[in-house]
């Protein structure tokens, strides 16, 4: 079983949605829990980190996190064709850093 | 330019060569941390440093590959007796601390072996 897991998609939605990624971890003892965005042929760029249960927003970003669930998600509100990338969910568990495979998002103009 | 940088961006060798990277972290950082991404995957963790010393290192990691952060600041990646499936990405990434407000990455440097 992999540390985490998300769903690689292609996931599709039109300009001005609510893009919705998710991501299973498997270590109960994780910590903190981050989400990067991969443009093709670029280095992973770090969007969000989030630590403690519930939301947290920044600008058209939030991060969920249930612990209980082992779960944590991205939402982009009214997406743009410029979110169109590949986002990474990660999680450190003891000194590593864990990622997904990561879910391709496209938005559609 | 404050963010990691990594040199070469690009490298094409031929099998059985031995190629070396190497990056330079934010200058605050203390953690270093070298992966590997393949078309469709995660980064793959290799190592990390802290400081200087090197603190772990992928059961995957074969002999073959090595690392060294000699003054705890750049940090540079071997691979020795290169194969064709070394082909891939290598990214250089920095931290304060374990996690802190996460890790940041350079461009990476693109390895084809031939």
């Known amino acids: 079983q992999k540390e985490v897991e998300q769903n690689s998609g292609p996931l599709s939605v039109p300009e001005g949605a609510i893009a919705s990624l998710n991501c299973t971890y498997s270590?109960?003892?994780?910590?903190?829990f981050f989400w990067y965005r991969q443009y093709s042929g670029k280095s992973p760029e770090l969007i969000m980190f989030?630590?403690?249960?519930g939301d947290k927003e920044d600008g058209r970003f939030t991060a969920q996190l249930n612990k209980a669930s082992q779960y944590v998600s991205l939402l982009i509100r009214d997406s743009q064709p410029s979110d169109s990338a590949t986002y990474l969910c990660?999680?450190?568990?003891?000194?590593?850093?864990?990622f997904g495979t990561g879910t391709s998002l496209t938005v559609i103009p | 330019d404050t963010g990691v940088s990594q040199n070469p961006r690009h490298k094409i060798t031929k099998r059985g060569q031995n190629v070396t990277f190497r990056c330079d972290p934010i200058s605050e950082h203390n953690r270093l941390y070298w992966y590997r991404q393949t078309l469709g995957q995660g980064p793959e963790f290799l190592t990390y440093f802290q400081n200087e010393a090197q603190l772990e290192k992928s059961r995957l990691l074969s002999d073959r590959f090595s690392a060294e952060r000699p003054k705890g600041s750049f940090s540079t990646l071997e691979i020795q007796r290169t194969e064709q499936g070394d082909s891939a990405m290598y990214l250089c990434?920095?931290?304060?601390?374990?996690?802190?407000?996460?890790?940041?990455f350079g461009p990476g440097t693109r390895l084809t072996v031939l």
């Open positions: 270590d109960r003892g994780s910590q903190s």
């Open positions: 989030i630590y403690s249960n």
């Open positions: 990434a920095s931290s304060l601390g374990l996690a802190g407000l996460g890790q940041f």
């Open positions: 990660a999680c450190v568990t003891g000194n590593q850093f864990y």
